[in-house]
């Protein structure tokens, strides 16, 4: 059991696991292949840090990226990058490809493409390679109560 699993079990938290076949830097889109669904439905957890150092999480469609210097903008900080794995990995509890929202080594502020909230099933990251969890976008929001971004930008 996951810590994000024990994380929402102690909420009384609904969602339906599955698992699927890893692949090293697959990323969402064979998660997407595996569980025959649309890769925009499948939710990736990225950890990120500001100028100041200060580590956040930001949940996007798999089938896009993010654009740090639009979410820089939008949340008031000068920059935005992604953390180093191990940087990551501290923060949150989880290897990366397998980081999950749910359940963090320490409370980290979320902020969410607000696009996710209107997904009537999604599938995000349970708190292991190879692990995805499904529910609904509002019941995501009911949990996380993330901050609502728009910074999304296509996959090059």
Known sequence: MTPAVRWLRQRGAGFEPFLYPYEEHGGTAVSARELGVDEHSVIKTL??????????????????????????????????????????????????????????????????????????????????????MAMAGEALWALLAPTAVAAAAPKP
Not at 106 to 116: M, N, R
């Open 47 to 132: 950890v990120l840090e500001d100028d100041q150092k200060r580590p956040l999480l930001v949940l996007m469609h798999g089938d896009r990226e993010v654009s740090t210097q639009a979410l820089a903008r939008q949340i008031g900080r000068r920059w935005i990058a992604p953390c180093e794995p191990e940087t990551a990995q501290n923060h949150t509890g989880y290897r990366v490809g397998g980081t999950s929202p749910f359940g963090t080594r320490k409370p980290l502020p979320v902020f969410a493409e607000a696009t996710i909230r209107a997904l009537p099933r999604l599938y995000i990251n349970g708190g292991k390679r190879g692990f995805l």
